[in-house]
């Protein structure tokens, strides 16, 4: 598989409902994961998600954003066309006070060489 490797100024944004389904995806978000706007907005965010990650992962993810706290941490993605990147994201819970709706905004940006290793050596230990 191809590896994308970002590029300093690289911003990945995205902002999903509370079930996981995309509703916006920056310039950066779209190019780097290889989508358009169109293909990513109504998906579940899972549409970039990696087999290598584990699902402890994901589950402390979900946990931490639904109580309203901010979760951060390393995600290896797939792009559209089998390849994969790495990104150090966080991801911000939201209440819309006009629609009543809980949100969650995931920026990401480059890890390092040393974080990306990191975190490949922890994901080996969880499922």
């Known amino acids: 598989m191809l590896e994308y ?23 950066d978000f779209c190019k ?16 970039v998600r990696h087999p ?5 992962a994901f589950k ?5 954003v639904k109580s309203d706290k901010i979760w951060s941490g390393y995600v290896k993605n797939k792009t559209k066309n089998g390849g994969y990147y790495w990104v150090y994201a966080s ?10 709706v ?8 480059k890890p390092s060489k040393s974080e990306i290793q990191e975190a490949q050596d922890l994901y080996k230990t969880l499922k």
């Open 102 to 109: 809980k949100t969650y905004m995931s920026c990401r940006r």
């Open 32 to 47: 780097i994961a290889g989508y358009t706007l169109e293909e990513l907005v109504g998906k579940a965010h899972s549409i």
């Open 5 to 27: 490797i970002l590029k300093s100024d690289d911003f990945l944004v995205s902002q999903t409902d509370e079930k996981g389904m995309i509703i916006f995806a920056n310039d």
């Open 60 to 64: 402390d993810l979900w946990e931490t």
């Open 52 to 56: 290598d990650m584990p699902r402890a």
């Open 91 to 100: 991801v911000y819970p939201m209440y819309d006070a006009v629609k009543h």
